[in-house]
């Protein structure tokens, strides 16, 4: 299966991603923006020199691709663990961050829990958060720490069985990224890692369902993200009859109005309506005519 790319740079549809919010490349371009410059060193080469470090950059979407289940990683707690440990009965929100990071990870963990707290849906119960550190250098002990933070401010009783916080190696780290098109670079004089902005939505059996760029989530994407990924199997009627109106659109990482299917509901709408009214008015005219010939 081809990769769907997002929209190259300079398209204006990459800062909408997020619904309004910055996308991945403005926030990449942020964070070098803060970043000192050497001496010397000329307004068009650090132009040249930071394209071509965010040219290794990026989120190429590869839908229903497999993540594989047999890589190993380490929880918060030290213990050995497998990818697929997490799969199996609910959809997985992905994220990918690192736990060091001071600038674009808390924002992006800020943002996906306000998010959560718009939905009903509870992890540990309806879905699983599964966050991933492509850090090779960090700990569990990190991992724990910033498990603490998020499940506090996230607030919701049995998080602490639905939000899980990994750490690895290098080699299951990079396969995981290659895996669901999770293109980052590591700048050694700074000790930074330059990356993108989102979050990935996981079928119950591992398989790449949603990409959702950005660091601010729209909950209705959320939420019609996690009920596609479930197939279905969470949710209410309601969500169903939004996700007839809204579909997916694989550019943006949002959901969009599907106009046509609207005005088909409106439609089906107003003939339900008319045909009770006129249903109700058959009924009375009866009644009349009964009463009327009684009376007679």
Known sequence: MNPVRPPARGDSRVCRAGRGHPGAVTWLVLIFS??????????????AVQDA?????????????????DLSFRDETGRSVRLGDYFGKKPVILVLAYYN???LCPVLFDGLVRSLRAISFDAGAQFQVLSVSFNPRETPTLAANRKALYVQRYGRPGTENGWHFLTGAETPIRELTRAVGFRYSYDAKRDQFAHAAGILLLTPEG????????????????RLGLVEAAAGKIGSPVDQLLLY?????????????????VLRLAGLATVL?????????LRRERRTQVTTGGAG
Request: glycine share 10%; hydrophobic share 40%; with cysteine.
């Open 101 to 103: 990071c001071t600038m």
């Open 207 to 222: 398989k790449t369902a949603r990409y959702l760029y950005g660091v601010e989530f729209s909950p209705r994407d959320l």
């Open 34 to 47: 803060c970043l000192p410059l050497g001496a010397g060193i000329t307004r068009a080469e650090a132009h």
């Open 245 to 261: 109106c809204y579909h997916y659109d694989p550019l943006t990482g949002t959901y969009g109005m599907v106009i046509m299917n």
């Open 53 to 69: 470090f965010l040219e290794e950059v990026g989120f190429d979407q590869r839908l229903a691709e497999q993540v594989p289940p």
């Open 273 to 281: 309506t008319l045909g009770t009214y006129m249903a109700v008015m």
